[in-house]
């Protein structure tokens, strides 16, 4: 092999790597923000995929639904004389607007189907949120124990420091040590907490474990600050469920006018010949007939009342999914309120407890605090910092829950279209 060539053949094997590290590196830092999170999981997601084929499939519908009945063919072998319609060829056609009546129902069953799948585009929307949400929880929560960590640990070093110099005695020593563990105990159970919800997210996005590791943003609002509560309730009537239901409800109705049809008549087209054999005295032409049924025993009548009583019903069904769905919301809407204003007042005491607590570790280090109180302190710390956290987590559960249960948009609706 020349030099020239095995030089070529390693400069490809070395570009392959490098190719090989850089997706490697662009796919692990994928996904750090909710935004592309959550389109990568509406892109792939098979509840979307599902509702784009029952679309296509009401897409056929509405060619097979203008179309008249299939012509019929019909073929005799007879031992006698054959009669007139031995061998005809047969096309019945309806006159009384049934297929126009068909193809309503078709296009309405397809227009619902639509909103269905704008439905279900909704609802994974709001889960993907939710596991963002999960997600950035658990990163907070991980550092957070990483922080409190840290502090111990340099608590510790201080302690000794004491100790040795004979400023504290050795059991205050050994209670550093003690809170320490505790901390770092508490730190290995939020890195598991995160690596689960890492691992689910990873699932969803249809990426190596391995390869996800996330810095996950917080999301900021989902809801915007002039929305208000008659708001929310007028947009319940707007929900892609909900109106894909109205659909259905004209599409009951009009079924029960498609039963009545039944009673109408029915234009025949035939061509006959009575032998397809013999070439003499045969008996073949052309037959226009009209025909319909001339008495109902009350099984037309009693289908298209059952059809109407089925419409009635459903209508009733719309009405009580929106009385709850609304009762519901305004409790949400309530709690939203109440969770906002909270979050206001936990992040002033989260920053007062924050500088209250360096101010301890600096006393401790100079003698000036007993133990008892920094760790009181510490442990208020943390606590205000949890709090603060559950806080922001809750504010966002809320707008998701309007949102998945409103015509409102989340900010990634636009794209669905697109996807």
Do not use: C
């Not at 009575?274 to 319909?292: A, D, K, M, N």
Request: no cysteine; aromatic share 6%.
């Amino acid at each position: 092999m020349s030099q020239t060539r095995l030089s070529k053949r390693r400069l490809l094997v070395w570009l392959f790597l490098f190719l090989g590290l850089l997706s490697s590196f662009v796919q692990a830092q994928q996904f750090s923000d909710p935004e592309t999170f959550v389109e990568a999981i509406l892109s792939r997601h098979p509840s979307i995929q599902k509702a784009d084929e029952l679309v296509q499939a009401a897409e056929f519908n509405i060619k097979a639904a203008g179309l008249q009945p299939n012509p019929n063919l019909t073929l005799a072998a007879t031992a006698g004389d054959p009669g007139e319609d031995s061998n005809s060829l047969t096309q019945m056609l309806e006159i009384s607007g049934q297929p126009a009546l068909r193809r309503n129902i078709a296009g309405l069953n397809l227009e619902a189907a639509k909103n269905q799948r704008d439905a279900i585009h909704k609802q994974v929307a709001g889960n993907a949120y939710r596991n963002w949400l999960e997600l950035w929880r658990a990163h907070r929560l991980m550092e957070m124990a990483q922080i409190r960590d840290y502090l111990l640990k340099e608590m510790v070093r201080v302690a000794k420091r004491r100790f040795e110099v004979g400023e504290i005695a050795e059991n205050e020593a050994l209670r550093v040590e003690l809170a320490s563990t505790q901390a770092e105990t508490n730190l290995v159970e939020a890195i598991a907490e995160f690596n689960g919800a890492r691992n689910s997210a990873a699932i969803l996005l249809g990426v190596a474990l391995d390869d996800y590791m996330p810095n996950p943003t917080e999301m900021g609002s989902l809801l915007p600050d002039t929305l208000d509560l008659d708001t929310v309730m007028v947009s319940v009537n707007e929900h892609p469920e909900i109106r894909g239901k109205y659909l259905q409800l004209t599409a009951l109705e009009l079924g029960a006018e498609l039963i009545r049809k039944e009673r109408a008549p029915t234009l025949g087209l035939s061509l006959y010949r009575s032998s397809l054999i013999r070439t003499q005295g045969q008996q073949q032409g052309f037959q226009v007939s009209l025909s319909w049924p001339i008495f109902d025993w009350g099984s037309i009548r009693h289908r298209a009342e059952s059809q109407m009583a089925q419409s009635r019903a459903f209508a009733a069904e719309i009405e009580e999914s929106l009385l709850q769905t609304r009762q519901s919301l305004a409790k949400v809407w309530e709690r939203l309120q109440a969770a906002r204003t909270n979050r206001t007042i936990i992040a002033r005491q989260a920053e007062r407890y924050e500088e209250l607590a360096r101010e301890a570790r600096v006393a401790y280090d100079m003698g000036l605090w007993s133990l008892t109180d920094v760790l009181q302190t510490e442990q208020s710390y943390r606590q205000a910092g949890v709090e603060l956290l559950e806080a922001r987590a809750q504010v966002l559960e809320f707008e998701i829950q309007i949102l998945e249960n409103t015509g409102l948009s989340f900010p990634t609706e636009h794209l669905k279209e697109a996807l």
